[in-house]
């Protein structure tokens, strides 16, 4: 048995703690498991095209990068520029934060720096559709102050994050 | 077009596919989990009333929900007309976005558990920075 979980992937171990969770509550509560499942499946209605995009962002990554001169041309450039454009691309990426995760860890694979990798993740939140509905709730200016602070954040925690993994390496 | 190039990359992104499906289906249901049980009307209900405090409060709200960011502005305008502090709402709509402990598994297990950590405590409290200086320069104007 304990060879049984041994052996067992971190994804499928995931995948079965939550699939108790839904049995538990399945037989405790029936209608709220219920809403869950149908939340489940919008959800999964609306992230399929999203992901798609992801999987054939990566399918082109995969065919015109060359993952070594990849590697070595971030290490070398590692500065503002790539900065800017792990900004850009937080901002510009859609879709939830997990469905970018692949290809992040596929990105980490290939040599990117954490840091790069966190103020892309935090750019997520920099969302250029959402905005008018941002600014209705609570205005422009607030709406600018934010995500300029944000931008300027996310940058702070990628030398951070990198600074404290770097130490403990 | 070289044909072996296309079939090589088809393969890696293939494998990408293979090694994040179930996490991936893990988290959705995760997130629907949460989304059903944590009704809107419970946000309002447990806010103090003093700023700091509410930020906080605002940023572990934030940081366990999760969905659709258009929902945290959905739910953080109701909680300001409900006389919520600016910065407690601001850190709420922050850490909903930037700190994610639903997606926290899939993100240590595709990311490292370092990362992953690190990240989401960092994010934690810059949050509450953040909106703080939103706050005050907003007030500035």
């Known amino acids: 048995m304990k060879d049984l979980i041994k052996k067992t992937s971190g994804s499928v171990k995931l995948f079965i703690i939550v699939a108790l969770i839904y049995l538990i509550f399945g037989i405790l509560n029936p209608p709220a498991i219920t809403k869950a499942f149908n939340t489940f499946l919008k959800i999964s209605w609306g992230v399929i095209p999203v992901l798609l995009i992801v999987f054939f962002l990566m399918f082109i990554t995969n065919m015109f990068v060359n993952a070594k001169k990849f590697t070595k041309e971030l290490e070398h450039k590692a500065g503002i520029k790539n900065y800017i454009l792990a900004i850009l691309l937080g901002i510009l990426s859609a879709g939830p934060i997990y469905m970018w995760y692949p290809l992040l860890a596929d990105m980490k694979e290939h040599g990117v720096h954490d840091s790069l990798i966190a103020i892309f993740l935090y750019n997520r939140a920099v969302k250029i559709p959402l905005l008018p509905m941002m600014i209705y709730y609570f205005g422009t200016p607030y709406v600018i102050i934010l995500s300029c602070l944000m931008i300027v954040a996310s940058v702070i925690n990628g030398l951070i994050i990198d600074k404290i993994l770097i130490t403990q390496k | ?141």
């Open chain 2, 1 to 141: 077009m070289n044909f072996k190039a296309v079939k090589k990359s088809a393969l890696q992104t293939l494998n990408s596919l293979k090694r994040s499906i179930l996490i991936l289906i893990s988290v959705l249901l995760l997130v629907s989990f949460m989304i059903s049980a944590i009704p809107k009307e419970f946000y309002s209900k447990i806010f103090t009333g003093n700023n700091l405090i509410d930020s906080l409060i605002g940023a572990i709200i934030g940081s366990i929900s999760a969905g659709n960011p258009i929902n945290s502005y959905i739910v953080g305008g109701e909680l300001l007309s409900q006389g919520i502090g600016l910065i407690a709402v601001t850190a709420f709509i922050l850490t909903w976005v930037t700190v994610g402990i639903v997606q926290l598994p899939a993100e240590s297990l595709m990311l490292g558990k370092k990362f992953a950590i690190y990240r989401n405590i960092l994010s934690f409290i810059t949050a509450i920075v953040v909106s703080i200086l939103t706050v005050l320069i907003l007030q500035l104007f």
